[in-house]
């Protein structure tokens, strides 16, 4: 019997793009409740500098995907060297990339600083603005439609994060005070710290909804390898991270060295960043950025039972209120009726298909 040569195709697909989706719950729950523990422990060796972890986790990124690409060249080097000239050292590519780039970075920043001032729940469920801004961005640079299911989502998820907002909450530094027994309801008011670990959150919900759509736009819109998109984006990155280093922590660093009071935890932290801003270059070139924002919503309520049951965390009545809001809008944001979804896919598959002749049976075993 005779088969279509790119029949099997859309399987594969699916299986990165759920696989992505599943691995990026997984690491971003476990990303947030570890960082927020290495900046809030009290029997670490201490604090280290923030900016020295961004910078180390830019030049990991970097350099797995240049042990990736060398892969797949299949370790033939001169193989590999055409492949860096030709799809790799393109200025103009580089310098469009630069952009995310340097608000990636900002937005890696910004993270350890509200997690040194928030606890991971409240942090995640107002790191859902994201969808929020990710969706202004997705209507202005990309022209998508939003039907009213969206937009009446969207003012759901606003209004589920300013419910969050006027819900006492406990610092991370609360939780190391000296007395274990202060619960989150009696907290009446926000602190100044939390009250900018807060402003922190918005910036980089801002950051990740712009650099989301901006990457989706470049990545989907073009057939170049992906892991040499990521070398492009991660070149400027680890400059522009060496250069946040000298900048703000130049002294510190000279007189204390890079990697003062890393341990395992820190190490940890490094990796799981690194692993995800890697996942997410996957699902930008086979989802999209709104289902990026989907996978971010299971995040937030694994976020949430796990550190109710590690770290004693208590969620006021409001908290629980607006967390429900804002994940339920993020759910139906994102929801398709059942093979809508499927049909979508297929109808896009059929356009980006060329019809071919039906193969014969020596055929079959051809690849694309």
């Not at 759920?18 to 290495?38: C, E, F, I, K, N």
């Not at 070398?231 to 522009?240: D, E, K, T």
């Not at 944001?333 to 060329?354: D, E, I, V």
Request: glycine residues 8%.
């Amino acid at each position: 019997m005779a088969f279509v040569a790119q029949k099997p195709r859309p399987v594969s697909s699916a299986w990165l793009r759920y696989g992505s989706l599943g691995l990026l719950v997984a690491q971003d729950t476990a990303l947030v409740l570890l960082l927020r523990h290495s900046r809030s422990r009290s029997d670490g060796p201490g604090p280290y500098v923030a900016s020295c972890a961004v910078a180390t986790m830019e030049c990991c990124k970097l350099l797995t995907c240049f042990c990736v690409l060398f892969w797949i060249c299949r370790f033939d080097v001169a193989k590999f060297r055409v492949t860096l000239r030709r799809e790799v050292l393109r200025p103009r590519e580089v310098a469009k990339l630069s952009v995310p780039a340097l608000l990636y970075l900002i937005q890696n920043n910004l993270l350890y600083y509200a997690l040194g001032h928030l606890r991971a729940t409240p942090y995640k469920v107002v790191y859902n603005l994201k969808i929020l801004t990710g969706a202004f961005f997705s209507r202005t640079l990309l022209r998508q439609d939003l039907g009213p299911r969206k937009w009446l989502s969207l003012m759901a998820l606003f209004m589920g994060v300013v419910v969050v907002q006027t819900a006492p909450h406990e610092s991370a530094s609360d939780s190391t005070s000296e007395d274990p027994s202060k619960s989150a309801a009696e907290t009446p008011t926000l602190t100044v710290g939390q009250t900018l670990g807060f402003a922190a959150v918005f910036l980089a919900a801002v950051t990740s909804g712009f650099c989301g759509v901006y990457q989706q736009r470049i990545l989907q819109g073009s057939g170049d390898s992906m892991w040499a998109r990521n070398i492009q984006m991660g070149v400027p990155s680890v400059v522009i991270g060496l250069l946040s280093v000298a900048l703000k922590d130049g002294p510190q660093v000279w007189r204390d060295g890079p990697f003062k009071n890393f341990d395992h935890v820190v190490f940890g932290v490094i990796f799981l960043q690194a692993l995800g801003g890697l996942n997410v270059a996957f699902i930008l070139k086979y989802a999209d950025n709104i289902l990026k924002g989907f996978a971010a919503a299971f995040s937030t309520v694994a976020s949430c039972l796990l550190e109710m049951a590690l770290f004693g965390f208590r969620p006021s009545t409001n908290f629980l209120l607006g967390g429900t809001l804002i994940t339920v809008a993020a759910y139906y944001y994102n929801y398709k009726p059942f093979g809508g979804g499927a049909s979508a896919a297929l109808l896009l598959h059929k356009k980006r298909t060329p019809k071919t002749a039906p193969l014969s049976d020596d055929d079959d075993d051809d690849d694309d």
